[in-house]
């Protein structure tokens, strides 16, 4: 008798088991949580593109959460490609209305997810995070700075889905560029990807409670000075390729009350950007706890 193809067996890699969806859903959804559904899928595209759809469609409320063992189209910003092996990861969009809350603040959505990960991973996996604007996870990785997370917000319906996606497991020889890390490589205390997800869960509840509860004031709420503590991006010098091509240079000083990354430049003005990809040019990062 052949042998089943070991690549189609979701238990083929014993490091990385499956996640029990029973179990999470225990953990989370309760009556008063935000949290009001949880379902994991074996393979997607996109779970960001699966949800955005649903939301569209009308069949997503708030607080749904849906996670992938792997995804094989996911997004990052800048329409970038992300990629991992199954179940190295956690790969997984959530449902937020904010409501009432004025639309121009939901652009503060995003960066409390990266406030909301770096936070909750802090605590679960034992490693010092750190937010590189506007929305990548950052570990230290044999003392070099790697992106662990990357998230992607975009519209949908009459809310906003927000991806994650957080190397865990992922070894050396997996990285998809110099430039990545992962949990494990970190040196995380716990790789246990159901720890992990429920803390990062939990944690973006409670910050997103905050925000709602301060209607949608970043600094009202503690938001704004979380993201600013964390972010590895402030007090470095930096490159910012803006949309279109342009690109501006300066020292990163502030993250304003609109989330945007405040550049001083070298004629003396303060630039703030609202959306590019930043390089850091030198310095040092700080932990976010």
């Not at 996670?67 to 179940?87: D, H, I, K, M, N």
């Not at 991006?233 to 240079?249: H, I, K, N, Q, W």
Request: charge should be negative.
């Amino acid at each position: 008798m052949t042998p089943p193809d070991a690549s189609h067996n979701r238990w083929s890699d014993l490091d990385r088991p499956p996640l029990n969806a029973t179990a999470l859903r225990r953990g989370l959804l309760r009556p008063d949580a935000l949290w009001t559904s949880l379902e994991v899928v074996e393979s997607t595209g996109s779970t960001n593109t699966d949800l955005a759809e649903r939301a569209r469609a009308g069949a997503a409320a708030e607080g749904t959460v849906l996670v992938a063992e792997e995804q094989t189209a996911g997004r990052g910003r800048l329409e970038r490609s992300w990629t991992a092996p199954p179940r190295s990861g956690l790969f997984f969009s959530v449902y937020l209305a904010p409501g009432d809350i004025p639309v121009e603040r939901w652009g503060w959505v995003p960066l409390l997810a990266g406030v909301a990960a770096a936070t909750g991973l802090a605590k679960s996996a034992g490693v010092d995070m750190s937010l590189k604007w506007p929305n990548d996870l950052l570990v230290s990785v044999e003392g070099e700075e790697r992106k662990t997370g990357g998230i992607l917000g975009e519209f949908a319906g009459d809310g906003i889905v927000v991806g994650l996606g957080i190397n865990v497991s992922l070894r050396a020889e997996e990285l998809p560029a110099p430039t990545a890390g992962s949990l494990a490589l970190a040196g995380a205390v716990s790789t246990d990807r159901e720890t992990l997800l429920r803390a990062v869960l939990r944690s973006l509840e409670h910050w997103y409670g905050a925000w709602k509860a301060a209607d949608g004031d970043a600094a009202a709420s503690g938001l704004q000075a979380a993201y600013a503590a964390g972010c590895a991006t402030l007090d470095r010098r930096v490159r910012a390729e803006l949309p279109g091509g342009a690109s501006l240079v300066g020292e990163a000083v502030a993250i304003d009350g609109d989330g945007r990354l405040v550049l001083s430049t070298e004629d003396g003005l303060q630039q703030p950007v609202s959306a590019g990809d930043i390089v850091h040019l030198r310095g040092a990062a700080g932990g976010l706890t």
